[in-house]
């Protein structure tokens, strides 16, 4: 297993608990992280590249425990790393800060093997035209893609990027996810973001934090199954039943507006289970439907059948976020 | 290694793509060189010639401040700029350790400080060569760059880098490096205080003295006009003690540099920033404290050291903090040694004793034997030959020599001698005594390394031992305490001076007691000094002593050694007072009289005379000063004939070893003396010492522009030969040598109707000899009082004050005597010639007349001379009383302050003509005068000449057929006083027809 993370939690010096014990098993392959600001994804990212010590927990890095001091330096050569806020060294070309990055991180190959992988990188994230103008003069997502070919210049077993799509246009992300894939067939990657659609189109496992806990890890079809028959579709500005709670909005193809809420029903706090969900949940949804319209006498009401992942994830946001019994809380 | 080599690259690569560094470097370089840049484009206008050092002197000026704001700046900004930037999380990801990578990021910073520090002094050795004015060697450029400018960049990066990573930016940084120095210097320093010690702190190895220096001198420059040019002083061309400057330079930069490893090796604790696991610490929300508190957490969380630290940081920083100690550890354990060593010398100097050797018992000859060995050891046998001239036996003998010796072995040739020793005092007892009339033999071995301890004390450096101990003792303010750790030890033998004494060589009789002068009022006051010696037997003395290669040396004797570089001996014989027995020299080149346009004589035309077998005179210069020698060789050539003219039977260099004398080391950062002590230096050939037949030249005479003028060497080297007949008592000896130097010059001005000479003073440039005073030569007639001179305060310790004090004074003296009856006093007084018939005694001074004969030629031949035995016979030779004079104004300071008062103006008598003007001239000052007054009047003004006693008053009567308008006292201040700048005194009166 390249990281297993056990009851990882963390509390900061002001007393804030960022982490509440998060166990998390990544294999070789794409890993979305999903979380809302606050969620703690930041803190267990930091934690994972060995820039914060963890209240509580281990971290092993493919058997090796980061606690131990004496292996750190073989950890930390086997993380790449992409942050949130990364920035190139400006006053450097883009090839010099690869071949900089490269031997800081003591990349056993001749100088010729290295220029050959960094120019082999910088093909790959598209910036071979503009190796040689110092990175100081890079846009936002040529910087970013200068900064995920130094997170793989030395080859990491563990990749973490965070927030790698923040701030790019459609066709650059539409790229950059191209090339997080492309990785991922040969390492761990960790994709933290807050774009559902990056992970949706990404990833094949995926997990969700919020409050500092890891509150979903499995399969984007099981966070949507999860979802299915517990998403209606109210009209504007009507008053959501008891229970129920907002989970964003659709604008139909017509123009019309309507509320998406998260609500069970009768069968209020039970979880859909798995398998063929819409099978298992059609019938017990019309039961809903009818109550619905008959006890909360909210006639235009739809079950929301056809829904995305992010409309999913944030319904499941919704049921673990809102307090229990207090009024809906509005997503998306 | 790879990873090392990348980082210096990348550190390289970045800072020459950097504006800030550019811009930076080019500051630094500019400012650094354009001293040098200044001394190369006025080189012409200086007083001296200037040579390598003078350029790296210049460059040393400026260059240790700048570098430490240079390094600290580079250092702290290279890692505070990642973690700004932004790269930094993705740059600590490296595997290295902290350690590690911190060491090799200071090693890749140094690599771009430290080559650019050298830049300057390169480009100071390129335009020294440009200028070509003399040989430019590697020393002068290269060791002060090795010894402090180089650990200083590599110190302070190492710091720079520390503080920016524990800081995290540029501002922090230099927070915590002001924090730091001010804890270092002041708060270490205070509490320091309270165990009476003190920490100087290591801003003069930063820089800052000679900054400050610079800048006075900057700003008298500017605020008088004074031409930078003449201001400077061309640098020591002698070899870079390096020894001497290690031992200078560590004290000062231990601290620093002990300060610079603790804070690197802690910025390993600070360098992933991977924030370790605190407990929480969250305050109450109604704590009054609250929003501090919280920035405190904040502060707590962010300064909180790397979590898994490996074991090789650790190690690290457990060295930085151990340099830190070992640093101050060193420090006290230096502090510890010197103060060890002047308490000692103060309790013996305090205590006194022992006894002195008797003055029946004199050496009548030394025998010198041994080795002289380049690294300041020495190997020496010494036989001594002691004969009691006495009338009873003596048992206890007193020696001085240099508390660097040791006494190995003594022997006696016959009974028992038993050596005791207390610092510089070795006291011997001989068992059996030594008879009268009888001689003994004692045969010392001595080994060590001559040496002088230069104590850091308080008070000026002329003060006495004691005095400055006593000062260090009582300090009751932390202000009042000096750093005795800066206190180094000056070894007597150095490839840049050898500077042998007679106490360095031998065990020299000791025959004035060795108890403190009387002490000063006040009860703290521990005392004046160590008397000197007052006891001067001649000795017969022979050397044979096996010298180090390359050194070229003379002994008292004036033989010389270093000629042969195969066979290094100094072989010498002479006979001379032991304590004038000394060994000179350094790393000198002789130079061959042949050369000069004016030999002295035909058989002082040979080759470089063998040792002990010299028929004219050695000269060795400075090897980077040969041609300078060669340009200075004519005059001294021509000394001797001028002086064989002016003073008969005097030959000046004859048998004299000349050479250059660099000035001792001491590490102030080469620097010129203050451009006032140029033009006012008291003395009329500065810088020429003698010790018996070893006349050495101040390097700053060779260094002169101008070719020293024949007869100020005369004037300089006359007194040196003529006080060599007799010892002169030590507190008159330098006033004696400007009298005998001033009539020197007079005579060579009646010969030659050199004004400037006959005045007895010397021209300005003239390789620092003093100007001529403009106190000329005014003067009254020879009976009446002192009448000479020129407005000033002669305050003490005001050269220039008192070299127009003593212009006055001596002009005065030579009216009254007579020019040639002053020179034979001299002579009578050195015991050269036989004492000229006295003149006849005028009316009032038969009684001073028989009061000098009591001090006449009968003087005993071992008894130092004084100015009042010379005053004696003076009054003898003119037949008037000169008491009054010697005790106002030569042994005394006597100032007259004069004024005017009750001035009056009336015709004449009844119906006569003409006015009669009266009044009175008012002394408020000290000293008997008399002084010019002048009645200005519708026709021709009238001078009479007013007469006051000290403190008293005189009147004066003026008539004139015209009309008096007004009456003024010495209006062209012709008169030896002192006027306020209050003129609270009447100096002109109105006067207004009755």
Redesign the interface.
Known sequence: MPLAVEGLA??????TRALRGVDLRLDRGLFGLLGPNGAGKTTLLSML???????AGRRLYEGRDAAV??H???I??M?G???Q????????TGL?YLL??A????VGLTRRALQSRAWELLAVVGLEGDARR?SGTYSGGMARRL?LA??LIHAPRLVVVDEPTAGLDPEERFRFRNYIAEVAAGATVLLSTHIVEDVEATCSRLGVIAGGGLLFEGRPSELMSQALGRLWLLPLGAAPPAGARRAGRRVSSGGEVREIVEWTGSREGEDSGSGDYRSQQSQQSQQALQALHVQQGFAAAEELREFSLEEAYSAFLARHEAPSGGEAQACG | M??TL??IV?EW??QW??WRFRLLAAVYLLAVTAPAAVVYFTRDKTFEVCGGATYAASVLALQPALTVCLALVLAADAMAR?VQ???W?????????NSGLLLRRWLAVSSVVAPLTALPLAAAAALAAAAGELPVGFGPFLWPWVLQVLPLALAATAFGLGAGTIGRSLVAAAAATAVLAGLADTLAGKLLAATSRALAGPADWLGVAPLRALWTDAYLALSWQIPWQRMLEAAPEAPYPVGAAVDQLLPRCVLFLGLAAAVLGCAVAFL???????????PRPNHPLQTFL?LA??W??EFSPD?????LDRLVIAAGLAALAAAGAYLAVRDGHYRALGAERYAVETVGGPPPTPREVVATRCRLLGELAAGGSVRLTVETTLRNRGAAAQAQLAFSLNPGLRVTELAADRGRATPSRRWDRLAVRLEPPLPAGAERHLRFALSGAPRTEELELPGAGSASFALRWGALRGARFAHDLTDLSRSWTRLAISPARVDLAAADLVPVPRYAAWTLSPPPAGPEAPGREVPPESFFPQTAVEIDLRVPAGLWLADACGDVAGSSPAAPRLLGSCRLPLGELGIYGGDLEGQQPLESQEPLRPQEQQPQPAPGATPGFSFAVLPNHRSRGRFHLPSLTGVARLAGRVWPGIEPLRGVAVLEWPRPFALTYPRRRLWWERWSRAEAAAGVAAHGQVLLLDEQLLAGRRRLPPELVAAATVPLRLQSRRVMAPADQFVIGKIIASLVLRRVGAQTGSEAAAAGGAGEGAGGVAPPSSSAVLGGQSDEPFCVAVVAAPARGNAAGWQRRFDALMSDLVQRVGLERTVDAVEELLGGRSAAPPAPPRAGAAGAAGAASAVGASHPPEQAGSLRELFGLLERRSGQPLGWLYDDFWAGEAVPELGLKEVAARPAGAGGRGWRVTGLLLNRGTGAIRCPVVVTTVGSPVETLARTASRGTGSFTVSTAFRPLAVALDPEQRCFRYQRMTRDLAQRVELHAP
């Open positions: 963390k509390t900061y010096s002001d007393g590249v060995l820039a914060q010590e963890p209240t001091l004496a750190r330096p073989q930390r050569r993380i790393y992409l942050p806020d990364f920035t190139p060294i400006r006053q450097l010099e900089h990055c031997r800081l991180r003591e110092r900064g130094q997170a | 790879r990873l990348a980082l990348h690569r970045l793509r950097s990642e930037e932004g790269s999380p993705v740059l600590s990801l490296a595997p290295a350790s992933r920033r991977s924030r370790r696991d605190l407990a929480p610490w969250a919280r957490n904040r707590r969380e979590a898994g630290l490996a074991r």
